[in-house]
């Protein structure tokens, strides 16, 4: 079945540490794949995306993320961890050629907590 | 510029009662519009979406219907509310595969 996992529900990182969110996706073909964050309280808000070129794509607030097609993930890193990364992060998928519905499916979402 | 606007930010509604949800757009013509429920502890999930006016898909059989009676305006709506209807419902519109989402409205059902 064509899904979008991220396998992580909670995370918890040291302030300064580096990050990884972990996405996985499951479609016949490689999708658009995208990252939001969500701040408490707030709507959306894109990091980066990935269409087609270099599988490292540079994003907002110092996030990078790796497409990797023979694993089919898509996971958002960064170097080092600000408390105010602290969010709920998500994973997204569209199909390419979708038509014209152009549907964004959501994996579940990773909470970030950051410690001092 | 392009902006979408959700109403309200917070709703508490007791069960039983109707609901209405509205989303506008500006700045574009025809997009794709979206409605998105994340519940508590659980991901966004698309509920409906609409390549036209008048044009309804649902994703997920569920309580709740979705109308667009023009271009740039989408509801969201329900005749009786449960509580597993509570939620943070989030608007959405896409040209191609540029996504813009509302503030939200988060959806209390006592």
Do not use: M
């Not at chain 1, 894109?46 to 070129?53: A, E």
């Not at chain 1, 997204?92 to 519905?101: F, H, S, Y």
């Not at chain 1, 152009?102 to 907590?113: D, E, M, V, W, Y």
């Amino acid at each position: 079945a064509q899904s979008v996992t991220q396998p992580d529900i909670h995370i918890t990182v040291s302030e300064g540490a580096s990050l990884e969110l972990r996405c996985n996706y499951s479609y016949g073909a490689t999708p658009y794949l995208f990252w939001y964050v969500q701040s408490p309280g707030q709507g959306l808000q894109l990091l980066l995306k990935y269409f087609s070129g270099d599988t490292l794509v540079q994003g907002i607030k110092g996030f990078e993320a790796e497409f990797k097609r023979s694993q089919s993930s898509f996971n958002l890193r960064k170097p080092s961890v600000h408390w105010s990364d602290a969010a709920e992060y998500f994973c997204a998928v569209a199909l390419r050629g979708g038509g014209a519905t152009n549907k964004l499916i959501f994996g579940t979402g990773t909470l970030l907590a950051v410690q001092p | 510029s392009q902006t979408i606007h959700q109403w309200p930010a917070t709703l508490v509604q007791p069960v039983g009662s109707p609901l209405s949800l509205e989303c506008t757009v500006e700045g574009t013509s025809n997009p794709n519009l979206y409605w998105y429920r994340q519940a508590a502890g659980r991901g966004l999930q698309l509920l409906f979406y609409s390549v036209g006016i008048g044009q309804i898909s649902s994703e997920v059989p569920q309580n709740l219907s979705a109308s667009r009676p023009q271009d740039r305006q989408f509801i969201l709506s329900s005749k009786k509310l449960l509580l597993s209807d509570s939620g943070f419902y989030l608007c959405a519109w896409s040209v191609q595969y540029g996504y813009t989402f509302g503030s939200g409205t988060r959806l209390t059902v006592v």
